[in-house]
């Protein structure tokens, strides 16, 4: 029987997985629309931004179920940052170490980094939280 804590872990995980596939949609769908008045450069970086201003806000609400704070929003980046991080080193091994070829390269990264991005995600939104429920609390005396 899995503890509520592993039940608890698995919904995250799964919510990320989905709010992934919504913030990936919103950032092409924008990309596309902003691309028909802006130079595409512009259109991939305000599409990203509001997309990962959007991630944030479905993470903290659906994923984690905290309230989001500035502290929180100012760090999220981090997890793009790790993502792009383990994907850049994933395409390197497949590529120039494994020489499996470029096509599905990033594809095969990703399986790596999605996990990753995952953990760097509960770590900024549930700062301290890991693992709070198996320590033992402090036992305040009685009168």
């Known amino acids: 029987m ?3 804590r592993a039940r608890r872990i698995s919904r995250q995980a799964l919510t990320f997985a989905v709010v992934g596939v919504v913030n990936t949609a919103t950032y092409y769908a924008l990309y596309l629309l902003l691309l028909t008045w802006c130079p595409y ?29 500035l502290r929180k929003f100012l760090l999220f980046p981090l997890t793009n940052a790790a993502n792009f991080l383990v994907t850049t ?33 509960r770590l900024i939104m549930l700062p301290g939280a890991e693992g709070a429920e198996d320590r033992p609390q402090p036992q305040v005396p009685s009168a």
């Open 41 to 69: 450069l512009v259109a991939h970086v305000l599409a990203f931004g509001i997309s990962m201003t959007g991630s944030f806000f479905l993470n903290a609400r659906f994923t984690y179920r905290v309230r989001p704070t």
């Open 2 to 4: 899995r503890s509520a």
């Open 89 to 121: 080193a994933g395409v390197y091994v497949v590529v120039d170490v494994l020489h499996a070829g470029s096509r599905f390269a990033p594809l095969l990264a990703s399986a790596v980094a999605v996990p990753v991005t995952f953990v760097v995600s």
